[in-house]
């Protein structure tokens, strides 16, 4: 069955267990920052960084949402891969380094920003849901720590209804606007959230749309012609994936 993790911003408190377990299972290189005058740390997602805590204020409190790639169904990153490193292993979305030729095409794709490259020449680099832990039955490391269970782990169709179950709670105690994000967007995503209001409230777009290859398109067309010299040999390789597909959809028919 296919698995997802379900995050209760309501519960959440902002402790960023989740951010340390993230880097010390994946080995991720600490950031240096410095203090900005505000409680974020470290202040944007990277290629080093895969999940952070957004500090969100409003209802008279402190409201938390932790950001990472959210493993859509449709994913952007993966339909404007022109090399075909991006691809679907069950619900998780992976990119392959050795594949990733450093465009950034997926980095530009994404609706929730979540895939980047702190070098402008490295790979994309993003949340890979612990893949080497969920895919030997184990739960992804920042669900495992997460203190007030605010991060949960399952079978999908169990978190949904778990979600489900935790917005009509919410609706029932006051909060009108509690919805369930991730069910259905994109074609629905291995993240879920608890929201007490409309998702852009929370950094997330309201209705994420999915990027095709006229994305790519139309990026090329504003490009000034020394840099189409640059990016032409990727258009050359999305294009050459798109045959490779339909020739395998043509071998399959």
């Known amino acids: 069955m296919a698995k997802a993790a379900l995050i209760d911003i309501s519960k959440c408190m902002g402790c960023r267990g989740c951010q340390v377990a993230c880097k010390q299972w994946n080995?991720?290189?600490?950031?240096?920052?410095k203090n900005t005058?505000?409680?974020?740390?470290?202040p944007a997602?990277?290629?080093?960084?895969?999940?952070?805590?957004?500090?969100y204020e409003g209802y008279g409190q402190w409201s938390f949402r932790k950001h990472q790639c959210m493993h859509c169904t449709e994913a952007s990153c993966e339909a404007v891969c022109p090399s075909g490193a991006i691809s679907h292993s069950g619900e998780v979305v992976l990119i392959d380094q050795q594949k990733c030729v450093g465009c950034g095409y997926c980095v530009v794709a994404c609706p929730f920003d979540a895939v980047?490259?702190?070098?402008?020449r490295g790979t994309a680099q993003k949340c890979w849901f612990c893949f080497d832990r969920v895919s030997n039955g184990l739960t992804p490391a920042c669900a495992k720590t997460c203190p007030p269970k605010a991060i949960l782990f399952g079978d999908r169709e169990e978190m949904?209804?778990?979600?489900?179950?935790?917005?009509?709670e919410l609706l029932a105690a006051g909060t009108a606007r509690a919805n369930l994000y991730g069910e259905r967007e994109v074609g629905g995503t291995a993240w879920l959230y608890v929201?007490?209001?409309?998702?852009?409230?929370?950094?997330l777009p309201d209705r994420?749309?999915?990027?095709?290859?006229?994305?790519?398109?139309n990026w090329l067309?504003?490009?000034?012609?020394?840099?189409?010299?640059?990016?032409?040999?990727?258009?050359?390789?999305?294009r050459r994936r798109q045959e490779l597909e339909k020739e395998k959809s043509a071998k399959r028919d």
């Open 27 to 33: 080995g991720r290189q600490a950031v240096t920052t």
């Open 116 to 120: 980047h490259r702190d070098d402008p």
């Open 160 to 168: 949904l209804a778990m979600g489900s179950k935790r917005v009509q």
């Open 195 to 203: 929201l007490p209001d409309r998702p852009s409230l929370f950094g």
């Open 37 to 42: 005058g505000g409680y974020e740390n470290p």
């Open 208 to 217: 994420p749309q999915v990027a095709t290859t006229n994305l790519i398109a």
């Open 45 to 55: 997602l990277s290629a080093s960084t895969w999940t952070r805590v957004e500090f």
């Open 221 to 238: 067309g504003g490009v000034i012609t020394a840099g189409v010299v640059t990016v032409l040999p990727f258009w050359l390789l999305f």
